[in-house]
């Protein structure tokens, strides 16, 4: 099935056709070419996420807007078929409405979300054949409380027409090759480079590594032996002058010359002191 609706009466395929959106509004007013379809050929476009271009001054950002628990969206769409160069080509549209006041920021319009088994079982019910009130209280702005959505920038290949990734839907920042990986990479090199260690106080050991950071898209770079540079600073006693080895001469001298005994016997014809006080 070709996202893109192409009507039954349809003899080729008019690609001057805006019909990839219908809009809520034409639905319910019952006008135009969607009013053969809305009361019989109701579909459900299960989705990951969907995508809405924002503008900045020139740059147009690709954000993706999806649900915050992981699960399935589902869009409400419109199908038809056509017999188109004898083959029968199946094509649908998603039906849109207004934002609600939470994605308003990013455009004024959004997809209709079938965020629950009822609203999903009413949308394809075409027993009927018509529209109803409940199909238009189904095709209103976004406001379900238990299923809450999540929007974030994601990379500018989204909108290179053939080329598609699994990468498309992650946020931009925590990429692979993202700003948020390229910081991480940065941290993880530094942790490894080992501060300066001193040994002994007489060596100075400084481990540099130098490996290169890794692009995704390119073969793997084995990463260089780390070097190391050795500097060891010896610190010796400085030399003593001549004056200060020269020996002290006057020293020496006293030192040398012996000593003169002093005796403690007393001559014979030397009195005491105390002789004096015992004369009367």
């Known amino acids: ?56 001054g020139k740059q147009k950002l690709p954000h ?5 628990d992981g699960g399935i969206m589902l869009l409400a769409g419109l199908y038809d078929s056509a017999i188109i160069e004898g083959r029968t080509l199946w094509t649908f549209t998603i039906v849109t409405t207004d934002a609600n006041k939470d994605f308003s920021w990013l455009h004024d319009r959004q997809p209709v979300i079938l965020s629950s088994n009822e609203a999903v079982e009413q949308w394809l019910d075409t027993s009927s054949k018509s529209w109803s009130k409940q199909l ?77 950071m890794k692009n995704d898209n390119d073969d793997e770079i084995p990463s ?22 020269k020996p002290n001469s006057s020293k020496e001298r006293k030192s040398s010359s012996p000593k003169k005994k002093i005796s403690s016997q007393r001559p014979a014809d030397v009195k005491p002191i105390t002789a004096f006080f015992s004369k009367k």
């Not at 974030?152 to 090759?177: F, H, L, N």
Request: aromatic content about 8%; proline content about 8%; hydrophobic content about 30%.
């Open 136 to 212: 238009t209280s189904l095709v209103q702005p976004y406001n379900d409380p238990k299923v809450k959505l999540e929007c974030y920038q994601v990379p500018q290949e989204v909108g290179r027409v053939g080329t598609e990734s699994p990468t498309y839907i992650e946020p931009i920042a925590s990429r692979k090759d993202g700003i948020q990986a390229m910081f991480s990479k940065q941290k993880q090199k530094r942790a490894r480079s080992p501060s300066p260690v001193i040994v002994d106080d007489e060596r100075l050991v400084k481990a540099e590594e130098d490996q290169p």
């Open 1 to 56: 099935m070709k996202w893109g609706l192409v009507p039954h009466w349809s003899k080729f395929e008019d690609k001057t056709l805006s019909t990839t959106n219908a809009r809520a509004e034409n639905l319910v007013e019952g006008g135009g070419m969607w009013g053969s379809l809305r009361g019989t050929k109701r579909c459900v476009i299960p989705v990951q996420g969907y995508y809405e271009w924002l503008t900045k």
């Open 64 to 68: 993706l807007t999806k649900r915050k």
């Open 224 to 245: 260089k032996k780390p070097k190391t540079e050795a500097v060891e600073r010896k610190f010796a006693k400085k030399p003593k002058s001549e004056q200060d080895m």
